[in-house]
């Protein structure tokens, strides 16, 4: 049997440390910058990668991620690849810095601290309210039958 022939696409850490992702009970590097990899793994690297509190609840769809999809030649860019940095202000609160200059409050985090440097490492970041289940979204009860579950 042939062996199929995996496509490569180039993919940019938007930060200056390695970040992760999971891909096929595998784990993969980024390293900061451009990085080849297979088409079916972008989308996983980008949404395993959100910069947390930048995610819409209504449509999760919408997030800012670290990895950014970078265009073929030729193509639009639709990816932001500008570099995003994590800054710890006076009072003990991580933001976001973006290229623009413009920052957020870090909600939950899934970056490695373990390459940032001793005094970002053990911050405690507050959980961000985001709906969890879908009757906090609708604002209705929805019984287990009514969700999908199995069963009465």
Known sequence: MAQRRQESVIVVNRTSVP?????DGAQYMLDP????????HVEFAKTQNIV?????????????SLVGLKAKPGQ???DDL??????KKD?????????????IPLGIERIDRK???????N??????????????????????????????
């Open 19 to 23: 970040i992760a992702y999971m891909f």
């Open 33 to 40: 910058g451009e990085n080849a990899i297979p088409i079916e």
């Open 52 to 64: 947390m509190g930048t995610e819409n609840p209504l449509n999760p769809s919408q997030y800012v």
């Open 76 to 78: 639009k860019q639709r």
């Open 82 to 87: 500008s570099q995003i940095e994590f800054i």
């Open 91 to 103: 009072s003990g609160a991580v933001e976001v810095l973006f290229e623009d200059g413009s920052t």
């Open 115 to 121: 390459y940032y440097g001793a005094d970002l490492q």
């Open 123 to 152: 911050v405690v970041i507050e959980r961000n309210r985001i709906p969890l289940r879908r009757y906090e979204i609708e604002r209705t009860r929805l019984n287990d039958a009514g969700s999908g579950a199995i069963g009465g």
